[in-house]
């Protein structure tokens, strides 16, 4: 097989391969009891919408007390946004209705799965066989609370103290220690989380807690002790279901516009650089197609749970938008490279070597600003970090080194005219 052979084998099977994920990203496949991909089937596949776009419910919670102190709501605020997206819920939020309720919008799900998933956010306490209260809240006694697992063990939760608790939880294990009921019960409101059995008086800065726990369960219960006591109890007032905020065609309406945006953006590509600007058409059909599937697939992926609101979809927008950036630096450099006189071949090497660091340190500030985003945003924010790090990461394979490969395939069927690299008749030419 020689060598224009070989290149016309790579660019089939690469454009094969991108036309098989474009298709199990976008419409699906079944594989055994499991659908996977399918994006333009929501109702098959794993995307799960946000508020804006689904509906959901939305739940409103009084504060128990006659009166409040603005730091007493923003802290009550804090702790239920805190569990609500360790509860895999990113996309609720959580807001202050007045001045003693708190009304929180959880999308895509129904009041029931909502109250019994949130749970009553009332305050925690230890107590022992007997319901007495030995140890009240954690705010004040626990520095942190984390899972653990080792082999010994398995899932265990690790708790820090201050030195406040540590004497009150010294109190609560001599309480507990030797009785006939030598367990401690961790109680949230009136419902007991856990009864780890007290093994000896334990006055330390540390402890840790077993119980044969699942991963699943070593978390909540960490999360639980960390968040502490609430300020003040919380009253169900209201529960209602409600459609989409942008209206039922939100959706629709939000898709149409984004293909017709990549459908210009492909044909700018196309018509500016030509054969580069096809080659980036075929890589960017690629990014979206893994975009797409990772989406669909990443409650599988991760075992959390991202729910694509608006935001999240300008987060993709702006990944295609990084994507094309990305390539337009390369083909610029390779014209460049073209009118100094260079051959086809040597102009896309250096085009390629030259665009590198500047792609690099664009992506890694963009990757930057969506760490940040997520580790101190909440709600919608935290979904618009997790769309656009996904896309600055997937558009970095697909700008570097698809559309390299792709590019270099065409090279070699001997598509050499500097013309059809968008360069001018001063520079450049075509290999020998």
């Not at 596949?45 to 939305?58: H, P, Q, R, T, Y």
């Not at 749970?119 to 319901?131: D, I, S, V, Y």
């Not at 780890?196 to 330390?204: C, E, F, L, N, T």
């Not at 590509?269 to 197609?289: C, E, K, N, T, W």
């Amino acid at each position: 097989m020689n060598a224009k052979s070989k290149s016309l084998t790579k660019l089939m099977v690469a454009v094969i391969v991108i036309a098989i994920l474009a298709y199990v990203a976008l419409w699906g496949v079944q594989l055994g009891g499991t659908f996977v991909g399918g994006a333009l089937q929501m109702e098959k596949s794993g995307i799960k919408l946000g508020f804006d776009l689904s509906g959901g419910s939305v739940i409103t919670y009084e504060a128990d007390a006659t009166s409040v102190t603005d730091e007493g709501m923003n802290t009550a605020i804090s702790m239920l946004q805190t569990r609500l997206t360790n509860l895999g819920y990113t996309e609720a939020t959580v807001a202050r209705q007045g001045n003693k309720k708190i009304r929180i919008e959880i999308p895509n799900v129904s009041n029931d799965e909502a109250l019994e998933k949130l749970g009553n956010p009332g305050k925690l306490t230890f107590r022992n066989g007997a319901g007495e209260v030995l140890m009240e809240g954690s705010s004040d006694f626990v520095k942190d609370a984390s899972p653990q697992f080792n082999n010994e063990e398995g899932y265990y939760v690790q708790l820090q103290f201050t030195a406040d608790g540590q004497a009150a939880f010294k109190k609560a294990t001599e309480a507990v220690y030797g009785s006939s009921d030598n367990k401690l019960y961790i109680y949230l409101d009136e419902e007991v989380q856990s009864y780890p059995s007290v093994q000896q008086v334990i006055d330390a800065d540390s402890c840790i807690i077993t119980g044969k726990f699942t991963s699943d369960q070593a978390s909540w219960l960490a999360n639980t002790i960390k968040e502490g006591q609430m300020p003040f109890s919380l009253i169900t007032k209201s529960t209602s279901s409600v459609s989409p905020t942008l209206g039922d065609k939100a959706l629709s309406s939000s898709m149409t516009a984004c293909g017709i945006g990549i459908a210009l953006v492909l044909l700018f590509m196309l018509i500016f650089y030509r054969v580069p600007g096809f080659v980036a058409d075929i890589a960017l059909i690629g990014y979206i197609s893994i975009i797409a599937l990772i989406l669909c697939e990443f409650e599988t992926i991760t075992g959390s749970v991202i729910n694509l609101t608006l935001p999240g979809i300008a987060g993709i927008v702006l990944g295609v938008g990084m994507a094309v950036d990305a390539n337009v630096i390369i083909f610029e450099r390779i014209k460049e490279e073209l009118s100094a006189g260079k051959t086809v071949g040597a102009a896309t090497e250096a085009g390629f070597k030259r665009a590198f660091t500047a792609i690099l340190d664009g992506n890694v500030t963009t990757f930057i600003v969506a760490v940040i985003l997520y580790i101190f945003g909440t709600g919608t924010i935290q979904g618009f970090a997790v769309t656009l790090g996904l896309g600055i990461i997937v558009s970095m394979i697909t700008a570097v080194f698809v559309t390299r490969f792709l590019l270099k395939a065409l090279i070699g069927l001997n598509i050499r005219n500097p013309k059809l690299y968008g360069a001018s008749l001063k520079g450049g030419k075509q290999d020998a």
